[in-house]
């Protein structure tokens, strides 16, 4: 059983609410616009991290990061790209990643609406935190934290900081 943090979309911007809502997670997973790695930074300075890097990234980010991260927690195959899409919707390339990788586990970012659905058909479970820095269209600061237990996701709980 491993309890997961996830955000998106910092923009060079982290609340310490985060921080805070974040300190009794195993690991923290940001699905990319980190913007500047202070924020990295300060998340590896309370838990290990996963990123990928998202469209306004610059060279340091993705230096450090890939586009796509591809992997096991528990008995779930995860998937995390930051331009993914939804089920029904998904951003060209990754229905076939998807498919590819047998996930179990689809999280993207980019949107900056919290999003968590089920797609029936690929048999996936996707999740978008939202945003959790202050730059966009969006009036909450949003991050989530789960946990996952061999195949099934529990205890979602969803942080949200006023603008």
Not at 22 to 28: A, G, L, N, S, Y
Request: some cysteine; hydrophobic content about 40%; overall charge neutral.
């Amino acid at each position: 059983m491993m309890t997961i943090g996830l955000l998106s979309d910092t923009h060079s911007h982290l609340d310490n609410k985060i921080l805070d809502f974040f300190k009794d997670v195993d690991e923290i997973w940001h699905a990319g616009d980190i913007g500047n790695l202070e924020v990295v930074y300060r998340l590896k300075a309370i838990k290990p991290v996963r990123a990928v890097f998202g469209n306004i990234d610059g060279q340091e980010a993705r230096s450090q990061f890939k586009e796509v991260e591809i992997f096991k927690c528990e008995n779930m195959n995860v998937l995390i790209i930051h331009i993914g899409g939804y089920p029904g919707k998904y951003a060209p390339r990754v229905k076939e990643l998807l498919r590819n990788n047998n996930s179990n586990l689809f999280i993207s970012g980019h949107s900056h609406i919290l999003k968590v659905m089920y797609d029936k058909t690929l048999v996936i479970m996707h999740i978008n935190p939202g945003a959790a820095g202050m730059s966009g269209f969006h009036q909450v600061i949003t991050a989530m934290r789960f946990v996952v237990d061999n195949q099934e996701i529990k205890k979602m709980q969803i942080l949200e900081i006023n603008r």
